[in-house]
């Protein structure tokens, strides 16, 4: 550092920005809390455009003089971003003999001038110009005269940005070839969302596939960085941050399918994780019939999303489908003599004739705020993405009591527990047996591979996992998979959603006000004649449609 601040000093004293006395005056300066740039600097010896011009020099930058044309600057600015650019106060100009000329007006930000390498996959020669001429770059290139804004709008209602394929796509950049494979084979097969997770062996690479991590082949090494400097351009993020977690989205299609990424990035111990959740628009909606809920409970759950008021809540883990059930109820319901609202966080599925609000922490538009936005406009069905707090979750009950229909989910193990969290969130037991219709739990269990189902005999522990009896069996068997290249050797092909409904019958809220207490409430309903998670799960075993582990899995 001590000789770095030495050469800066020369080179500043060669370019006239200090005089003479002032250069012997620095020569006996000791490096003490400050250091001899920051002195110059407090001193008003130099300026920090003075220091900046040092550096330059020190790295032997050429120096722009005068901006060029804008029409002879290229569209790599377009895809680092306005916020990148203002933020590491950098521009890329062209490609000049293989190299991308980048002006920079901080010459020490070296980092910022590898980012852009590793994005467009060449060297970068960096130029050095004045921050005034940088501002004014700027402002020429993000910035429109009035009349262009108003023929931009005039274009939206005619002109929808065209997606490229992946499918029809390539392209001579291996990263961009590498990443475009890997997307395509997770949405071919089916993953619901993409790990890439940096460890001391390089960057591992896994796909969510009907619920489980199945592990892919590693990227080639030298190109994991990039690969992940790729993702981070696609989905706008920070490229050159790598010490705060980033939210971001991608959107693309393939094969004529629209597909939204929701884009997480943390920083961990080895480098930087990336997790994509694969966002499906184009899938097709289910509808009541199709969700194959048991006779007993679609027959009450069809009872209940036709009344006025109340609320109904979903309960499941993450990716257990809640969010499939609750459009598929408002679906059934949807008419024009009603308006139907819904507050969401992120809108999964588009609803023709219900309107969608989606949250923004970035505006402090969250479940509670939107809530109470959204109630001032005369709905009839209010659905609501989670009930994460007591705030929502006191607005919640007290719509329902208010002549609206409330949907929602919450995070609980089963149906019984979802009326017990409520009340720890503080809502009162009697608002809680006014106000609750009933609550559907659910899970997602794997289906057997119809390719290569075989029959096996099991023996006594497994039957007793779900308190099976031989008798009950088809010829004493049951059904696996034994692995094909349809399901890609795993024995399971596709999902199916086990069910249990509890519904506020009279006697559930009596034992509401006795005792609040979840297996209370599940004995109770249980001699009301209601059917759990694991009895449904049992049934599909039986039938030959999932296995003993998959329900075990998923239901413990």
Not at 64 to 72: A, C, G, M, T, Y
Request: hydrophobic share 40%; proline share 4%; aromatic share 6%.
């Amino acid at each position: 550092m001590k000789k770095i601040t030495n050469k800066i000093v020369e080179a500043l004293y060669q370019q006239g920005k200090l005089s003479k006395t002032q250069y012997e005056q620095i020569g006996i300066w000791q490096n003490g809390t400050i250091t001899k740039e920051e002195r110059m600097l407090l001193s008003k010896m130099i300026t920090q455009e003075d220091l900046k011009e040092a550096y330059a020099f020190l790295y032997d930058m050429p120096v722009l003089k005068s901006l060029p044309p804008i029409n002879q600057i290229g569209s790599h600015f377009q895809k680092l971003g306005y916020k990148f650019l203002k933020t590491h106060q950098c521009v890329p100009l062209f490609e000049k003999q293989g190299k991308l000329q980048v002006l920079t007006c901080d010459p020490k930000n070296i980092a910022a001038l590898d980012e852009i390498g590793f994005v467009f996959a060449c060297s970068v020669e960096p130029i050095f110009c004045q921050q005034h001429l940088f501002e004014e770059l700027m402002q020429k290139l993000f910035s429109k005269k009035e009349e262009d804004v108003y023929k931009d709008f005039e274009k939206q209602d005619q002109k929808k940005e065209v997606l490229p394929d992946l499918l029809d796509t390539s392209y001579e950049v291996p990263v961009v070839n590498l990443l475009n494979r890997i997307l395509q084979e997770a949405i071919e097969q089916k993953a619901s969302d993409i790990h890439f997770e940096p460890s001391e062996q390089g960057l591992q690479l896994r796909f969510r596939i009907d619920g489980v991590l199945q592990t892919k082949p590693m990227p080639p090494v030298d190109i994991q960085d990039q690969l992940l400097t790729r993702l981070k351009v696609m989905a706008r993020l920070d490229i050159a941050q790598h010490r705060l977690p980033q939210d971001g989205r991608i959107r693309l299609v393939m094969g004529g399918r629209d597909i939204d990424l929701r884009v997480s990035l943390i920083p961990v111990a080895d480098g930087q994780r990336i997790v994509l959740r694969i966002l499906d628009k184009s899938k097709t909606l289910l509808n009541l019939k199709e969700l194959k809920m048991p006779d007993s409970i679609e027959i009450s759950f069809r009872k209940a999303i036709e009344k006025s008021e109340g609320i109904i809540l979903v309960t499941g883990p993450t990716g257990s489908g809640k969010s499939t059930s609750l459009y598929s109820a408002l679906a059934k319901i949807n008419q024009t003599s009603i308006n139907i609202m819904t507050i969401e966080d992120p809108i999964e599925y588009r609803l023709d004739g219900i309107s969608q609000m989606a949250t923004n922490p970035k505006i402090q538009l969250n479940f509670s705020t939107g809530l109470r936005s959204l109630l001032r406009q005369d709905p009839d069905v209010i659905m609501i993405g989670e009930i994460r707090d007591t705030e929502t979750a006191k607005i919640a009950i007290q719509a329902s009591l208010t002549g609206h229909l409330v949907f929602s989910t919450l995070h609980t193990n089963d149906a019984s527990s979802a009326i017990v969290r409520l009340a720890e969130m503080g809502v009162e037991t009697y608002l809680l047996s006014s106000s609750i219709i009933g609550v559907l739990s659910q899970r997602l269990v794997r289906t057997i591979c119809k390719e290569c189902k075989v029959a096996y005999t099991p023996d006594e522990k497994e039957l007793k996992d779900l308190n099976l009896e031989r008798e009950e069996l088809q010829n004493g068997m049951l059904f696996k998979g034994k692995g094909c290249g349809a399901c890609f050797g795993c024995g399971y092909l596709g999902r199916r959603a086990i069910f249990e409904w509890v519904e506020m019958t009279p006697n559930i809220k009596k034992q509401i006000h006795i005792s609040l207490n979840a297996d209370a409430l599940k004995q109770t309903a249980k001699t009301d004649g209601m059917h759990f998670l694991k009895e449904h799960g049992a049934y599909l075993v039986k039938t030959g449609i999932t296995t003993i582990y998959e329900v075990m899995r998923v239901v413990g």
